[in-house]
Structure formats: structure tokens, C-alpha cells
């Protein structure tokens, strides 16, 4: 289906509401207001195939935007709120942006924007900025009934940029009426129109965006976050009776430490389904979470580059524990550094065959690295596939640590880390060592920042090697403040990284 059908038929059930605030959308008003954002991009002189981008928060008119340029048949890039003006400027650049919103809480990057790209229309939402249109004043002259040429837009959206910048995913337009039924993930075609969705992620990120895309076209009610806090998640789920959710690991860690009365506080009885993505989970955790909200966890694997998918119950993986599943549609291949098919049990580059073909826009070289002698395409996971086809990944290719020619995966200390009672968050990373070429270091974030002592670090170390073999664990640890990382909570771990390499780099790999 589709909002503008759902508009038609079931007007006034909502579409999206504001958690904090109870502030409701109907299908009616974000028909209506996405026909609003069309007709401005059109006065605008955008046409089919050309693109927007905007920087906003979460909320309404992020996804009203994202609706309008949909119907307007554009590409429409959702950019995150922490990025620079030069940032923000090179993405424009790159795509060949026509026009961009950006909220009024990032007016130094507005105005530059505004500056940076000649002959790029800027609006400015919530508030006047230097060289920007005013966005809410020139949508309220627009009229609330469709455009007179609609067709299928859709997402095209940038990778994170972890060894340089940014590039964008980008495919060809749809080739379909722009009210047409939209395909949409395994993970929203599982709602139904009574569902209450509840996803506390920054919009901006791909499974987000792509999730409540697939929320308003199934018709069922997206609960918006402006932000994710461990007590606040229980208390929304409880308030708006939330059939179905998704998260990722940080979340799960967060609300399993918070203090046991204050979980048992909130009645999760309405939860169907608990998605889970993005990063590993570790394996006592997620068995905490089952224990907590019942089998009612699925996990999945997938990318941005839309390659291909698993998915695994938690029944499955109870029977399988530390997988990510098997595959949705097409099939896994593990293949070794010169392209050679490896068999179960073994670890190597995991890739899918089968999946929807993609390019990283502008960068061929990265397209091609992307992609094996066969044709399969990877996200750049190593991992292997046990007997029955069930896929175990070990880590990202290049966090991979070399130390004295044996290859160390940070993911696996990572989890025995983050079980300790007293780790809020914490990194396994790869630093310098002249003998050794790179040793294991383990950068750690305390929930009581106070208690940060060479007697805790030894404490941790020890910790870790009573669980894991030692040539896997850190040989040090330090302590910080807080960690870098996304809204969402994932951790920048390239950022981590970088602060105890020379500026010439470590090894090739982990750059």
C-alpha cells in the first residue's frame, strides 16, 4: 500500500506520534503536507530525478519531507545532524543537489551550505539563518492537493564514510505509479495496520528511515523518539502499548543496567516482535533480553547497499547461538582472500549472491572492491556458516588487529567487556607495538566514571582472560570519559583508533 491510499480510506487512524509529547499526525495530515513539500519542490525546479537533501531532527516533518520528495519523483538524502558545513557541502556536491532543508539548530552548517554550493536553494526549518529561505512560511503557500506530474521517488543514502568520505547508494528510479503498493523490508512487511512501531534511532540512519517508510505504507502507527534513553524506551512502550519495536545492542545493554525495580516498573505485556540490528550482540546479552521480554527478539543482518538479508527467530538462535541467521532470498558465499569458495566452518569475506545490484555513486573503484570475481556482493564482514546454512560473523574486515602475524577480532573481547557490571561501553583496538606490529587495547567508558583506577583496569583485564583465551584478550586498557559515537549509540570506532596512530597510519587494513 501506500499513505496517500491509507489517506483516502482511513483518514484520521495516525501516522506517526511524538513520545514525549503525544502530538498526533493522521494519514490525512501527512497526505496533505507531503503534497505541500512536492508543490515546493516543484516551484523550486525540481523534476524527476533530481535531488534533496535535508538535516533534521527527529520528528513530523522529517518524514513528511521524505513523503513529498517520494511523490515528487526525486532522490531525497537525510543527512546526520553532527556533520559540518563542509560536510554537509560535499554530499551536496556529490549528489548534484537542487535544494536542502536543514533545521535552524544547525545554522552555522546552513549558512554555509548556503555559501559553499552556488545555486542550491536552502531552507532553514524552525528559525531565520544568514542565506536561507524560510522553510515553514514558503510550505504555506503551497496547496495541500497533489502535484500535477507525481512519481515514485525514493532514498538515496550515503555510507558512513569509515575510511574516507562518504559515498552514496544510489539505484535507478522505480518504475512505477508513485502510489503504487511499495516493497518494503522483511521487518515492516511483518506489521499490520493495527501495529504500534517504536524504533528510538536518529531518522537519518538507513533502518530507521527505511523502517517508518514501511510503517506508513502498511498503515499501522509510528511512535517517534526524539532521542533514546533506557527508562524512557519502558515507559513509551508501556504508554502507547507498542506491538512492535527495534533497536540495537547499546540499547539492549542500557535498560539490562538499569536497576531492577525500575525495570520491572513497566508493563512490556503489549510487545509482539523486538527487532535487533546494526552490531553485534553479545551472547549473554541478548540471553538476558529473552529472559526479560521472551522469545520474542528476531535478528537480522543487511546493509544499506541492499545486497541481501538474514534473519533468525529467537527460538532459532537459541539453537544457534551467535548467529545472525540465514538468508531471506538469495544465498551466502564465504570466500577466502583470492575469491575461492571456503565450507562451513570456515572463516572468510561473507558475501550474498542474489541481492538487488547497487554502485557506490562516483566511485567505481569502491564498487568494484565491493563485489567478487563471481558477481556476489559484501558489506566487507568477515564470518563463516556452520553445517545448516546459519551465518556467525566474526568482525569488520578492517577493525582486524595483526599482532605478531595472528589475527585478533576486537568483536570477541568486546562482548566478554561488556558484560562486566561496572562497563557501560567499551572498544577492543588495534596500537602500535614494535615487536609485535599492533597489540589488543581495550578503551573503556564506566558507568561510574569515578571509579576509574589501575586497580579496576587490572580488574577488567583479568576479568576478560578468565573468559576468553588470552592471546585474545587486550594486553591494556584505558580508561575515558566517553566514548565517540552515533545518536544511535554505536560507537565510532575508527575515531577510537585513530587517537593512538601517527598520522601515517597503521596497518592497511584498519584505516
Known amino acids: 500500500m501506500h499513505p496517500h491510499t491509507h489517506a483516502r480510506e482511513r483518514p484520521d487512524h495516525p501516522a506517526l506520534v511524538m513520545a514525549d509529547t503525544g502530538e498526533t499526525l493522521t494519514y490525512r495530515a501527512l497526505d496533505e503536507e507531503a503534497n505541500r513539500v512536492a508543490h515546493l519542490l516543484r516551484r523550486n525546479g525540481l523534476r524527476t530525478g533530481d535531488h534533496v537533501i535535508f538535516a533534521l531532527e527527529n520528528g513530523f516533518a522529517f518524514l513528511v519531507l521524505a513523503w513529498g520528495a517520494h511523490r515528487a519523483g526525486l532522490y531525497f538524502t537525510p543527512m546526520p545532524t553532527r556533520l559540518t558545513a563542509g560536510e554537509m557541502a560535499y554530499i551536496a556536491r556529490d549528489c548534484g543537489a537542487k535544494a536542502a532543508i536543514v533545521s535552524a539548530s544547525f545554522a552555522q552548517a546552513a549558512a554555509g551550505l548556503a555559501a559553499d554550493v552556488p545555486g542550491l536553494a536552502v531552507f532553514s526549518a524552525d528559525g531565520a539563518v544568514p542565506g536561507c ?7 504555506a503557500e ?19 564514510g569509515t575510511t574516507g568520505f562518504p559515498k552514496g547508494i544510489k539505484r535507478p528510479l522505480p518504475q512505477r505509479p508513485f502510489d503504487a503498493p511499495i516493497p518494503t523490508l522483511a521487518v515492516a512487511g511483518r506489521l499490520k495496520p493495527r501495529s504500534v512501531y517504536y524504533h528510538p534511532a536518529p531518522l537519518y540512519h538507513s533502518a530507521p528511515l527505511i523502517a517508518h517508510l514501511g510503517v506508513q505504507a502498511r498503515g499501522a502507527t509510528a511512535v517517534l523518539a526524539r532521542r533514546f534513553e533506557p527508562e524512557t524506551a519502558l515507559a513509551t512502550i508501556a504508554r502507547y502499548r507498542v506491538t512492535h519495536s527495534q533497536w540495537v ?21 503489549s510487545l509482539e516482535e523486538a527487532l535487533h540490528a546494526a552490531a553485534p550482540c553479545p551472547i549473554p546479552v541478548k540471553e538476558a533480553m529473552i529472559a526479560w521480554w521472551g522469545p520474542i527478539l528476531v535478528e537480522y543482518y543487511a546493509g544499506t547497499e541492499g545486497i541481501g538479508m538474514t534473519m533468525i527467530s529467537s527460538q532459532e538462535w537459541l539453537a544457534h547461538k ?12 564465504i570466500l577466502d582472500e583470492d575469491g ?16 538487488l545490484p547497487f554502485a557506490y555513486h562516483n566511485a567505481p573503484e569502491k564498487t568494484a572492491r565491493a563485489h567478487s570475481p563471481q558477481g556476489y556482493a559484501t558489506l566487507g564482514d568477515i564470518g563463516h556458516l556452520d553445517a545448516e546454512g546459519y551465518l556467525y560473523l566474526t568482525d569488520r574486515k578492517h577493525f582486524m588487529i595483526i599482532s605478531g602475524g595472528v589475527n585478533i577480532y576486537p568483536q570477541e573481547a568486546e562482548s566478554v567487556l561488556l558484560t562486566h557490571p561496572k562497563i557501560a561501553d567499551a572498544v577492543v583496538i588495534g596500537v602500535p607495538n614494535e615487536e609485535l606490529g599492533e597489540e589488543a587495547k581495550a578503551v573503556v567508558e564506566l558507568l561510574d566514571r569515578t571509579q576509574a583506577s589501575d586497580a579496576l583496569a587490572e580488574e577488567i583485564l583479568a576479568f576478560c582472560r578468565a573468559r576468553l583465551s588470552i592471546v585474545k584478550c587486550p594486553r591494556s586498557l584505558d580508561f575515558v570519559d566517553a566514548l565517540p559515537r552515533e545518536t544511535t549509540g554505536k560507537i565510532f570506532k575508527s575515531r577510537v583508533r585513530d587517537l593512538y596512530w601517527p598520522q601515517s597510519g597503521g596497518h592497511g587494513g584498519s584505516r
Not at 551467535?322 to 558465499?333: F, I
Open 340 to 355: 575461492r569458495e571456503l565450507p562451513p566452518g570456515e572463516t572468510g569475506g561473507v558475501y550474498f549472491a542474489g541481492g
Open 133 to 139: 529561505r524560510p522553510y515553514e512560511a514558503a510550505l
Open 142 to 160: 503551497c496547496p495541500t492537493d497533489l502535484i500535477a506530474d507525481p512519481e515514485a521517488g525514493q532514498p538515496m543514502l550515503y555510507s558512513s
Open 249 to 269: 545492542p547499546t540499547m539492549f545493554i542500557r535498560m539490562l543496567k538499569l536497576e531492577e525495580e525500575v525495570r520491572a516498573r513497566y508493563d512490556l505485556s
Open 322 to 333: 551467535g548467529s545472525v541467521g540465514r538468508p531471506l532470498n538469495g544465498s551466502l558465499h
